[in-house]
């Protein structure tokens, strides 16, 4: 008994979202139906797919090569029929800080392509999500990752300053998160502070809004034309920034293409 091609498309969904449960949301199947195709489709080839983890399935080598092969497949058709197929670009997950994703969405359109070819979903997060369980496909980095399964770009620099409008009392905005500068900030005026936010772009809000200093990155606070440097950048948050992907990803041709696309479209975010 031949392969069910209807498997196959359901192994791309959870390969490419690396779980049962997110698969289950994009499929319209559930985690245990999707669970049991996985099965059968590895008893009929005859192959172990997956590495099943408590966070989810990672692609075993023969897995990644199904999955190569059936995205050249899934390209070739979406050539000849064009986009009117609908959910036919591959998904790339992308994870960044918020002034990163920030940044990157107001390039949407040249990182998704002309056609689009590729479906980008962006996961901001001041935390660093996991590459290798496949939490994400590419991340954006501060430091170098020690990782073997991964590969890296090293981008540009990142720096910070403080920024304010002209007519704004020079008191701080701070930010309540894990952060280089949510701390450096904490540490250099403890509760002194005119206002609290949770989330580092309402910095920016009240910033524009004339109510006090916001500590930025430069590419963010160097693009707002109401606001101006109130000192000098800030050196122990000086930090190179890196692309990091799987190894084993980093050959799918969405992948590629996305890669390449926020390399250059990252050229923007250091000065």
């Known amino acids: 008994m031949g392969v069910d091609w209807n498997d196959l498309q359901l192994f791309l969904a959870v390969a490419r979202e690396g ?30 797919l997956f590495v099943r ?7 075993t080598v023969e897995g990644r090569t199904l999955l190569e092969a059936l995205t ?22 992308v994870s960044a800080g918020t002034w990163t994703t920030f940044a990157l969405i107001q390039q949407l359109d040249t990182l998704i392509g002309t056609p689009p070819d590729i479906r980008l979903r962006f996961i901001s997060a001041e935390k660093v999500l996991d590459i290798s369980h496949r939490e994400v496909v590419i991340g954006f980095r501060n430091r170098r990752p020690t ?48 206002c609290e936010v949770n989330i580092p772009r309402n910095s920016l809000d009240l910033a524009l809004a004339g109510i006090g200093i916001a500590l930025l ?4 606070g160097d693009a707002q034309p109401q606001l101006h440097r109130t000192g000098s950048t800030i050196a122990e948050l000086s930090h190179d920034q890196w692309l990091v992907t799987h190894q084993e990803d980093r050959h ?19 000065y």
């Open 19 to 48: 779980g049962l449960s997110p698969a289950a949301r994009s499929t319209q199947r559930s985690a245990a139906t999707l669970g049991r195709r996985m099965h059968a489709l590895e008893r009929d080839m005859g192959r172990e």
């Open 53 to 59: 983890h408590d966070r989810g399935y990672e692609l």
């Open 72 to 93: 050249e497949t899934e390209s070739r058709v979406l050539r000849l029929t064009g986009p009117r197929i609908q959910g036919s670009r591959p998904l790339v997950k």
């Open 147 to 194: 990782e073997e399964s991964l590969v890296c770009r090293k981008l540009g620099r990142i720096e910070f300053a403080p920024y304010a409008t002209k007519s704004a009392p020079k008191r701080w905005i701070k930010v309540i998160a894990d952060t280089p500068s949510a701390r450096w900030v904490d540490r250099i005026i403890g509760n002194d502070a005119v």
């Open 217 to 220: 990155p430069t590419f963010i």
């Open 252 to 270: 799918l041709p969405e992948v590629r293409r996305a890669i390449d696309r926020l390399c250059r479209a990252s050229e923007y975010l250091s």
